[in-house]
């Protein structure tokens, strides 16, 4: 009998024990408790220029944007196929000439193609990823007619989600052709 009654108070205690730890701050009410600073603002800004593309900011300087890239016959084109492994040089033909038009736009005229990879996308119809000795960046190019939209990223700078809204958001603004 007294084993069990020993083994009741034991019982006993911890259960007030656990309630007790369990209730600290419970009482306290919301006013107590401190509030997480307001977000103000998107940890980007995006301004829209007239020719449908962008500038993606970030505290004042440029850390991505969009613009439009004119190749004839973007639509059609099968970036699969041009980096399949066993393709021959004049299939992956069209991926090189879509790669020197990138180039010239974001590097200037004549730029030497820098280190870079490229496949094709869940998110769009081709990302690129480059490096120069001014930094790197990521491209997502998406048909549309006979242009391709290029949405670009300084790599590193903004969260992959922040990437990824930002993706979202200028994707559901390209035409559909």
Not at 5 to 31: D, H, M, N, R, Y
Not at 148 to 175: C, H, K, M, N
Request: charged letters at 25%; one cysteine or more.
């Amino acid at each position: 009998m007294k084993d069990r009654k020993t083994w009741l108070i034991a019982a006993l205690v911890s259960l007030f024990l656990l309630a007790a730890l369990c209730g600290c701050g419970q009482g306290e009410t919301p006013a107590e408790q401190p509030e997480a600073p307001a977000q103000s603002s998107k940890p980007y800004d995006i301004q829209k220029d007239d020719g449908g593309g962008c500038t993606i900011l970030q505290e004042g300087a440029a850390v991505g944007g969009a613009a439009w890239l004119p190749y004839p016959g973007a639509e059609e084109m099968d970036f699969a196929a041009c980096m399949e492994p066993t393709a021959e040089a004049a299939a992956r033909e069209p991926l090189e000439q879509v790669l020197a038009a990138l180039w010239d736009q974001r590097l200037g005229e004549n730029a030497e193609a820098p280190d870079y990879s490229a496949s094709a996308s869940l998110v769009a119809d081709l990302e690129v990823s480059f490096v120069t000795d001014q930094g790197s960046e990521d491209h997502y190019l998406t048909a549309s007619g006979d242009t391709f939209y290029d949405i670009w990223f300084q790599e590193g700078v903004l969260s992959p989600g922040t990437e990824r809204e930002i993706l979202d958001e200028l994707l559901a603004e390209v035409p559909v052709e």
